[in-house]
């Protein structure tokens, strides 16, 4: 699914189970904090040059942030772009897509416009308001850059294009940021966003919110290609390779951000719990990234993972972190992350059914392909206790335990249904394939997908690390936590849905971030109540 309101591409390769297989505590005037810009017109608030190099961490000596007092902090209006433009009126990228606080960041920006200003939002509560300005530029200069480049090799689009401008992020708070492009001077006006994590240097103590920045890339069609298809749209030309090196075609450049991220921000924000924000890449890298974190979660839509940050989860896990999958379709395919020109880890390969083909493949690594598929078959089952099944379905969610503690204050009763909220794709707990117990099934839909009749479940387990395990088993959660009532949402949810997410969303947040779930409240099964037998005759 690519983007805000989009319409899912033909799932080439990408079907169901056949079967198992070999504050900051500062407050900040605006313009306080230093940009530095290489080749262009000073920034507000230019402070000189910044001591950090690009991505490096700086010492961790600033405070901590303090969730609730940044949520304090004034909101801004106006935030939300209006006037996208045409398609090449402006549009950029960071060469990055994260880096620590106080660290610098290059952007790539082309536009027809002469001039252009950089502003930086962070996402979040802010009383209702959703963001906050919490830095701009000045006037910088505007230049048209090269069309899209495709490598043949790998049908990979990227943008070959020079750096416009190095931003500094010193006085930035960690969080997760959209950074807008403004047209100036332009005939017509011009609006796109550039997304960017200022990640946590540490996460003890802390839920981490993963932004899944790999899966917003290989549903990128910005050159018209992505690992789904190529200019014809048909699976057999697609992409075996993306490039962090251009802007996201959808959502006015944010990606898939906000749509499957953002609610579930805005929420776990207002909440003020302790948080730290992260990017799947940087699990990756780092492998204490997570030493001591309360909570790792999972937003909407995070498909593609490599193994270093399947390995590195799994290992906080396995010592009590706990771990809140709040979509379908997670950690489904393996990827592999290299260089470009640009930078490390910008491009992410991922060759599917024809990892054979891949030259890493050849020299020894892991197979770009469904972790549950040989050779190497690693079921996502195992470290998420569900898996994806099928797509496409929009289903009623269907609820089994109402009297279990994560549905408290939902006032929902046994067998009562909410419309469409499975959907697009979902996962269910399948026991012929690795499956952490004890688990609680809390939800068990049925769902009749390209006529396969199967079922959504929601799933509850504690392991014996006294992590807590959640899984919503649909990819519309995080969607439907800002449906209301008097008005129906994306796919048909409505209020309804909404009040019952929310609920069962902020159940979990808590619960996750005071420690160890699964010490707290061990799950109870209730696996041999919906699956007699690890095997399809044993649906009920």
Not at 445 to 461: I, L, Q
Request: charged content about 20%; overall charge positive.
């Amino acid at each position: 699914m690519d983007g805000a309101g989009g319409a899912y591409p033909a799932k080439g390769g990408h079907s169901a189970a056949r079967g198992p297989a070999a504050g900051p505590g500062r407050r900040q005037v605006l313009g306080a904090a230093a940009a530095l810009v290489l080749g262009g017109a000073a920034t507000a608030g230019s402070g000189g040059t910044a001591s950090a190099a690009a991505g490096s961490a700086p010492p961790d000596t600033g405070p901590r942030l303090d969730v609730r007092a940044e949520n304090r902090l004034p909101g801004a209006t106006g935030w939300r772009i209006t006037t996208p433009g045409t398609a090449r009126a402006l549009e950029g990228f960071a060469d990055q897509c994260s880096v620590p606080p106080g660290g610098t960041v290059g952007l790539r920006v082309s536009t027809t416009a002469p001039r252009f200003t950089v502003t930086a939002f962070r996402i979040g509560w802010y009383g209702g308001a959703g963001a906050r300005l919490v830095w701009r530029s000045g006037e910088l200069p505007g230049r048209l850059q090269r069309r899209a480049r495709m490598s043949p090799e790998t049908r990979m689009a990227h943008a070959d294009w020079e750096q416009t401008t190095r931003l500094s992020t010193v006085g930035w708070p960690e969080g997760c940021y959209l950074l807008r492009l403004d047209a100036v001077g332009a005939r017509k006006p011009a609006q796109r966003y550039v997304p960017l994590t200022v990640r946590s240097t540490s996460t003890a103590g802390r839920s981490v919110f993963v932004n899944a920045v790999g899966t917003w890339q290989a549903y990128n069609r910005w050159g018209d290609a992505d690992l789904y298809g190529g200019p014809d749209s048909r699976y057999a030309s697609r992409s075996l390779a993306v490039s962090f090196d251009r802007p996201y075609r959808s959502a006015h450049g944010a990606g898939q951000f906000p749509r499957f991220e953002e609610p579930l921000l805005r929420l776990a924000e207002r909440l003020g719990l302790p948080l730290a924000y992260a990017t799947g890449p940087d699990l990756a890298r780092e492998p204490e990234l997570l030493r001591g974190a309360r909570a790792v979660l999972s937003p909407g839509h995070d498909e593609y993972w490599s193994p270093e940050q399947r390995r590195h989860v799994a290992a906080a896990r396995d010592r009590g972190t706990n771990l809140a999958v709040f979509g379908a379709n997670c950690c489904y395919r393996r990827v592999r992350f290299e260089s470009s020109a640009v930078g490390a880890r910008r491009v992410m390969v991922c060759y599917k059914t024809d990892y054979a083909r891949d030259p890493g493949f050849r020299k020894g690594l892991p197979p770009t392909r469904e972790f549950r598929h040989g050779p190497a078959p690693e079921p996502e089952s195992a470290l998420l206790g569900v898996l994806y099944d099928g797509y496409p379905v929009d289903a009623p969610y269907v609820v089994t335990r109402p009297d279990h503690w994560l549905l408290a204050g939902t006032g929902a009763a046994a067998g009562d249904a909410f419309a469409h909220l499975v959907g697009v794709e979902y996962d269910r707990l399948d026991l012929r394939y690795p499956t952490p117990r004890p688990a609680e099934i809390l939800a068990h839909s049925p769902v009749v997908s390209k006529g396969r009749a199967s079922f959504a479940d929601t799933v509850y387990a504690s392991l014996p690390s006294g992590a807590g395990l959640f899984a919503t088993g649909t990819m519309r959660w995080v969607e439907a936590l800002e449906a209301r009532d008097g008005g129906k949402g994306n796919h048909g949810l409505d209020g309804k849905a909404g009040a019952f997410t929310r609920t069962v969303t902020e159940n979990v947040l808590r619960a996750f971030a005071a420690g160890p779930a699964g010490h707290a409240r061990p799950a109870q099964d209730n696996v041999a109540h919906h699956y007699q037998a690890p095997d399809r005759a044993g649906l009920r």
